[in-house]
């Protein structure tokens, strides 16, 4: 075999290698994030539309299991008004959400003119397509559900 053929080979391989790679680590991300905020995401109406189908039989066989493990573990012995996941009981909610003002990674996908405030601070800025920002979700959230950004 030629040796110029044989080395885009291994260049294509190695490729597919990390294409593979970078897939399988966006999977898992995302598996440890249902796993985190199953019950959140089944009990919220627009969160569980964003799930596939998968993820969604996912997370709820995930969230039977664990049930069925804290019943058996230790639930049982409660009386049965406090043996519920999803208790609101005291003004403290059970069931965990994820953490709004957690930075992500954000790419302008067109010219944001109007500043965008981030909560509690005073800072303000604004986004020139193609920019890149590290901030608050609950500051970029409209804006990438509105399609003016994207999570990368």
Known sequence: MDPKTNF??????TELERFKF?????????????????????????QKARLSPSEVQYATTHQSLLHAHYHSSFLSQFPTPLQRLD??????????????????????LEDIQEPIVVDGT????????????VVRWSAIREMVLGGGAELI
């Open 87 to 108: 208790d609101t009981a005291g003004g403290i909610a059970m069931i965990e959400q994820p953490d709004i003002d957690k930075a992500v990674f954000v790419r302008a």
């Open 8 to 13: 885009r080979l291994i260049i294509i391989q």
């Open 122 to 133: 005073d800072m303000a800025f604004e986004m020139s397509r193609g920019d890149i920002y």
């Open 22 to 46: 970078l897939v399988r680590s966006f999977l898992r991300a995302r598996i440890a994030k249902i796993d985190k905020h199953a019950f959140h995401y089944l009990t919220n109406t627009s």
